[in-house]
């Protein structure tokens, strides 16, 4: 979501302003812009993709040494052109609203307090032409200029309540970027008499590879050949340049159709990745102090969004039925706005791929401000704000996720919160030397049972076919695979439009079977475990009203295809290692069924991939 690049250098910096936008591509936008210095002002902004904005800007012969760049994701305003970034100021005596006036800014986040401090700047004569957030900060920095761009960001930056990182330039001083973060995250890029800013590393991939990490309310001056910090007091301060090998988003989609089809069969490899050097189960595996930590928690607080908040729900089974440690998951964006009962013996657990969900960063940091300091994370992104704000980590390994619907993100978090679970439960005592090398055993074998899981693409493709003419879909599941029938009708209804529900298959009869009709397909996730019994039962409530059954079964549970009833029939029986793989299918059905209704697969419409705004 919301992507920054922005440069100061002596050479034409336009392609790499553009090409690092194209390397945040996969975070998701609806809209795209850059600006540069030109004797003036000048910029070109599109609501297409960026290999349009390049073009527009190839043909408008946009060139610079200083400029900043942006892909939106549209809060404040639809996504129009007139509401892209770059945004410009229009002060008071400035010639018409079209014209570009002194300022030029790209914001990610939200301001809160914009509706009073655009009332405020209308009354000085400054014209607006968005209906975005982000133009009033511009036009704020503009009524704050005395010749000094830093000092203007710096006084500005203190009315502004809410969630930002800027980067801004000024005709006045063309050789000059100032950035600020508060809330989202903004890096530096030092380069040899040229520096960058991003909002993440990606962006400069193959332009520097050393790396500053701003942190909460650092103001950034960036020159040519030199730059400096101040932080949240205005205090000089020196942050450490980190050497980061960042990948370009721009992988290779070699046989596959889309990333998301070539990202669900890049598990096996994720997940062998995920578990490299795991010889035997230790705390230490989420870092130096994790024993210490571990033996003092009586209990565990998963906060996550999204599919992440799935993974954490999956988790919980694990943690109470082998680890026997009490858990709460909490969706994110709630937990931090009602009130807890804080317990400093927890052990908060934040789940995300990208390291940067604002709504997770937000509740972690609420969760420390109630007492609750026992913090670990289990995150793809090892240099990311949520790996930084916590004390413990475990780094899954997926590589570049690039479609917005997660696949491999997600498989590998279950791999890294059953490790976590493993851990918990040796420390305290109630795992066995037999059970650790028995899990250990399974979890070796998952990249050979996913590839097996995969080779039933062709029957799931049969299955999409039913579905891309439906507009409804149920998914039931039963245990620990209640979370992952919701992570099914959450893919189904991100990237091919169809609307979904998932529900335990118990909760049929209180509620939901008013709904099955023989038009509404209901998918069920059947293991052989201790509920298939009941399971099957639920299944008959279906079937007696006329409702069509989808059914991902185990080879042993005595499950066959009928009348109105269709089987997967999964390879084996896979324990609580289950979750992991029954999940498969349904992204593989989420994704054959959005193909065969002609959706944008790996770009879903109004979603973002990384989301870091609340």
């Known amino acids: 979501m919301c992507g920054i690049v922005g440069a100061v250098s002596t050479r034409n910096i336009v392609p790499i302003l553009v090409q690092g936008l194209q390397r945040l591509e996969y975070r998701g936008y609806d809209s795209c812009g850059v600006a540069v210095y030109a004797d003036g002002l000048k910029r070109a902004r599109s609501t297409a993709r960026v290999a349009e904005l390049m073009a527009q800007v190839e043909s408008e012969h946009i060139q610079g040494g200083t400029g900043i760049a942006h892909t939106r994701w549209a809060t404040h305003g639809a996504p129009a052109v007139h509401n892209a970034h770059p945004h410009f100021s229009h002060g008071p005596g400035e ?53 000094d761009l830093f000092d203007a960001v710096k006084a500005a930056t203190a009315q502004l309540h809410g969630a930002f990182a800027i980067a801004v330039f000024c005709k006045d001083e063309p050789h000059r970027v100032v950035g600020a973060r508060a809330g989202s995250p903004l890096i530096l890029g030092v380069g040899k008499d040229e520096n960058f800013l991003a909002s993440d590393a990606m962006a400069l991939a193959g332009v520097t590879d050393q790396i500053v990490y701003l942190e909460e309310g650092d103001l950034v001056d960036l020159q040519l050949g030199r730059y400096w910090i101040v932080d949240r007091n205005h205090k000089p301060v020196t942050r450490p340049v980190k050497t980061v090998q960042a990948h370009s988003g721009a992988a290779e989609l070699g046989p596959y159709r889309h990333y998301m089809q070539k990202e669900i069969f890049e598990q096996p490899r994720a997940i062998s990745d995920t578990l490299q050097g795991v010889e035997h189960i230790s705390p230490e595996l989420f870092g130096d102090g994790a024993w210490r930590v571990f033996k003092e928690i009586d209990s565990v607080l998963i906060l996550a969004c999204g599919t992440s908040y799935y993974s954490g729900c999956t988790a919980k089974y694990w943690l109470e039925s082998i680890a026997k ?47 609750m300091e026992h913090t670990l994370t289990v995150c793809n992104v090892s240099t990311s704000a949520m790996v930084r704000e916590c004390k413990l980590a475990y780094i899954t390994r997926a590589g570049v996720e690039i479609g917005v619907a997660s696949t491999k993100a997600f498989t590998t978090q279950l791999a890294g919160l059953f490790l976590l679970t493993l851990a918990l439960a040796q420390v305290r005592g109630s795992l066995t030397e037999t059970q650790e090398a028995e899990h250990l055993k399974a979890m070796r074998h998952l990249p050979t049972a996913l590839q097996a899981v995969l080779a039933l693409e062709p029957q799931v493709i049969s299955w999409a076919e039913d579905f891309a003419n439906k507009e409804n879909a149920l998914f039931l599941g ?75 079964a185990d080879a042993d549970s005595r499950i066959e295809s009928s009348e109105g009833v269709h089987v997967i029939r999964m390879p084996e029986h896979y324990g609580n290692l289950s979750p992991l793989l029954h999940v498969v299918p349904l992204q593989l059905l989420a994704y054959h069924t959005a193909c065969a209704r002609g959706t944008d697969v790996d770009k879903p419409r109004n979603l973002a991939k990384s989301v870091t705004v609340e």
């Open 95 to 147: 010639a018409a609203a079209s014209a570009p006036g002194r300022v030029a800014l790209v914001h990610n986040g939200i301001i809160e307090n914009h509706d009073e401090l655009r009332a405020a700047l209308q009354a000085k004569g400054y014209r607006f032409t968005s209906q975005t957030d982000t133009e009033v900060i511009a036009h704020l920095v503009d009524s704050l200029y005395e010749g």
């Open 325 to 371: 440690v009490p858990t709460q998951v909490e969706i994110a964006s709630e937990y931090r706005y009602r009130e807890s009962v804080p317990n400093p013996r927890t052990l908060v657990v934040t789940i995300s791929q990208s390291g940067e969900t604002a709504d997770t960063l937000a509740a972690l940091k609420h969760a420390r401000s109630l007492g």
């Open 478 to 552: 039963r245990g620990m695979h209640y979370p992952i029938a919701l992570e099914g009708a959450l893919k189904l209804k991100e990237i091919s439009y169809i609307h979904a529900e998932a529900y335990p298959a118990g909760e049929l009869k209180h509620g939901p079977l008013a709904l099955v009709t023989s038009e509404m397909p209901v998918v069920t996730v059947a293991p052989n475990d201790a509920l298939l019994e009941k399971l099957k039962s639920n299944m008959q409530e279906v079937r007696a009203r006329g409702g069509v059954l989808y059914v991902l």
